[in-house]
């Protein structure tokens, strides 16, 4: 048991499995404010524009109403909305993406500084210029 635990802790402290579980916590924080700005901004705009239209009523009845039970509906607004909200979402972590690779390439691009010389260097350095001095006289 004891054995089983170390390999467990190893296999969650490894780098990529914190890196991922990172990933889903920001992933669905985002997608809750993806999810937000579609249902509480775009689709009131879009609804409006079709004639005060709210998707998530769209549906067409199935079958005849009974007291006391929801008439089965096919809700095809919710699909709608949940698309619209998909495509949102996938354009935002494109742009997202995109913006990353770009600071990444940035960062490649940039030069690394040249090493600073060895204690040998700048001696030898040193005698070099100073026999050229000599050399020059």
């Keep these: 048991m004891k ?3 170390e390999e467990f802790k190893a296999f969650v402290m490894r780098g990529n499995v914190v890196d991922m579980a990172v990933g889903v916590i920001i992933a669905t924080a985002f997608g809750k404010i993806v999810t937000s700005l579609v249902n509480d901004i775009f689709m009131p705009i879009i609804g409006v524009l079709i004639g005060n239209m709210n998707f998530s009523d ?11 039970v929801e008439q ?3 809700r095809y607004g919710a ?3 949940e698309v619209i909200n998909f495509l949102i979402i996938a ?9 990353v690779i770009s600071l ?8 690394a500084p040249a090493p600073e010389p060895t204690k040998e260097e700048v001696l030898l350095t040193e ?3 100073a026999l050229n001095k ?3 006289k």
Excluded: H, M, N, S
């Design 91 to 99: 354009f935002c972590i494109f742009v997202f993406i995109k913006v």
């Design 104 to 111: 990444q390439k940035k960062k490649e691009e940039k030069p």
């Design 127 to 129: 005698i070099r210029d």
């Design 134 to 136: 000599i050399a020059d």
């Design 3 to 5: 054995k089983l635990l």
């Design 79 to 81: 699909f709608i909305q």
């Design 72 to 74: 089965a509906a096919i």
């Design 58 to 68: 769209l549906q067409i009845k199935l079958g005849t109403p009974v007291e006391g």
